[in-house]
């Protein structure tokens, strides 16, 4: 039997875990949060992150929707896939399949970020989403604006990697410290809490799916090619992404005609973060939508 949480309950640092049976897969355990009750609402990180970049929009979307939030396979709590996975973007979307099976959350409303986007996109596309909001979703992009996201992200990775445990918490506490670690993701480092940065900043430098997960974004395999005409489809983009440049949302509309794309004016890559409000409320106007 699932819990349910109430709308209002505190995050929790440890989420549920459930162990899987995807097909065509060993077994596998995925971490996740959940939260509200109603139709399903799934939630998807982007790479390098965890649940928790969602925390802000939760208490939120929970009003309303049986909120789940996992850490993908090799992303917080969550164990990588299996060594020699021979394409890791499709044993995802297999594990996120189970996921939706084991916890009674068959064809969700789905929201992702980045990496989530694409993801939240692709299983869309396989008739298994209610409705879709993308926000920076990947695999809209050319090839020199993937070289140039992969070396923006390896180069966070590398200084989560490189500084020791105590500077990254001294760095947390201070509002400019807060803003050297993550200005690259959100245009308001600021907002982010102390906590919030120091586990996001421990997160990325111990995700072991986070090299293998980069280098399947390489090649023209990586990139969304379908169209998504008969549910609601959202294509949000921060105007101050630094990582996934905002014309990469006008490419997204041309291959997906349907879709609503919006400007999340002030915000950055991962906006939940800096303008919450907003991204609910874009999130939820989509999902009701939905027939």
């Not at 875990?17 to 897969?25: C, D, E, K, N, W």
């Not at 090619?225 to 489809?233: F, M, Y």
């Amino acid at each position: 039997m699932r819990s349910v949480y109430a709308p209002h309950m505190p995050a929790r640092t440890t989420p549920h875990t459930v162990l899987l049976s995807p097909a065509g897969l060993p077994p596998c355990e995925l971490g996740y949060e959940r939260r509200g009750s109603g139709e399903p609402l799934l939630l998807l990180h982007g790479l390098g992150h965890h649940w928790q970049a969602w925390e802000p929009v939760l208490t939120l979307l929970a009003a309303s929707y049986d909120v789940i939030a996992p850490d993908l396979p090799g992303f917080g709590t969550s164990p990588p896939l299996p060594d020699g996975t021979p394409d890791p973007g499709e044993a995802t979307l297999r594990v996120l399949t189970a996921l939706c099976t084991a916890l009674d959350a068959e064809r969700p409303h789905l929201a992702g970020n980045s990496l989530g986007g694409l993801l939240a996109l692709r299983l869309a596309a396989r008739g298994a989403a209610r409705s879709v909001t993308a926000l920076s979703p990947a695999g809209f992009w050319t090839e020199p604006e993937r070289i140039y996201a992969a070396g923006v992200l390896r180069t966070l990775r590398a200084g989560a990697r490189a500084m020791p445990d105590g500077a990254v918490r001294f760095l947390a506490r201070r509002a400019a410290g807060r803003a050297l670690l993550t200005s690259a993701i959100y245009a308001r480092p600021g907002r982010r809490s102390p906590d919030a940065v120091l586990a996001e900043t421990r997160a990325l430098r111990d995700a072991p799916a986070f090299g293998p997960t980069l280098a399947a974004g390489r090649g023209p395999g990586a990139l969304f090619r379908g169209d998504l005409p008969d549910i609601p489809v959202t294509v949000a983009w921060g105007e101050r992404d630094r990582v996934l440049v905002p014309r990469q949302g006008v490419r997204a509309k041309r291959v997906v005609p349907g879709a609503r794309l919006v400007r999340l004016r002030g915000c950055g890559h991962v906006p939940m973060n800096d303008a919450p409000a907003t991204v609910s409320r874009v999130i939820l106007d989509t999902a009701r939508t939905a027939v």
